[in-house]
């Protein structure tokens, strides 16, 4: 969300001055008030200038990092997580390889009826078994996957600044997205594969809050 050089000026010239009114900065800037209204209106939309009738535009106190930031605190899980890419329990390892080159993936989510998430397996465990010379077709996933009570997990409601930090802190490519199945009182004792949340994904918002787009789109 870059701001043109005039719009720097005119934000400068709020902060220095204000409250000043839209004739003062036209004039001060050698551009008539119609010309200086689509600026004036970005810069009110972002939050960094406000207006007061019969007072004149002032300053909030906000630069464009944060306003960045508070952009970017908006956006919940739900609005950039993909389609989960699943295998079953009875699923045979080879099998699960296929998904995964099929759809492009580095780990498929393993779950049981009713989508509830099981484990997880990557490339990485299946290479390990194959090494060890098993048969891939006769070995099911379930018995080389990663368990539920190891999985680190996200929800859609999560900012997506925290599932971040998870997929860093732990060094993982994704996070499963998943919601509250099998209420048992007030206890979950499962939990139901909803999306995935990837590296990708979120370097994909900043890519677009960077170049302008989609930013109103989320949160």
């Excluded at 759809?103 to 390990?128: A, T």
């Excluded at 997990?153 to 199945?181: G, Q, Y």
Aim: a neutral charge; zero cysteines; charged letters at 20%.
């Amino acid at each position: 969300m870059g701001l043109t050089p005039r719009q720097e000026k005119i934000a400068e010239m709020v902060r220095t001055l204000g409250p000043i009114t839209g004739e003062q900065i036209a004039e001060r800037l050698s551009v008539t008030r119609a010309a200086l209204r689509p600026d004036l209106a970005i810069l009110v939309m972002s939050g960094m200038v406000e207006a007061r009738p019969k007072v004149g535009y002032y300053y909030t106190g906000k630069n464009t990092l944060s306003l960045l930031t508070e952009q970017v605190n908006r956006i919940k899980v739900k609005d950039v997580q993909s389609v989960p890419v699943v295998v079953t329990t009875g699923t045979s390892a080879y099998d699960a390889v296929v998904t995964m080159f099929l759809e492009d993936v580095g780990s498929v989510y393993v779950v049981e009826p009713g989508g509830i998430l099981g484990g997880v397996v990557s490339r990485k465990d299946v290479l390990k078994v194959a090494m060890g010379g098993s048969d891939l077709h006769k070995m099911p996933v379930k018995v080389l996957m990663t368990p539920v009570t190891k999985i680190i997990t996200t929800t859609p409601e999560e900012p997506i600044l925290t599932a971040a930090k998870k997929i860093i802190d732990n060094e993982v490519d994704s996070l499963p997205v998943v919601v509250p199945a099998n209420l048992q009182g007030n206890k979950v004792h499962e939990h139901e594969v909803v999306g995935r949340l990837t590296k990708t994904n979120i370097t994909r918002v900043f890519v677009e809050i960077g170049e302008g787009r989609g930013g109103d789109s989320y949160g």
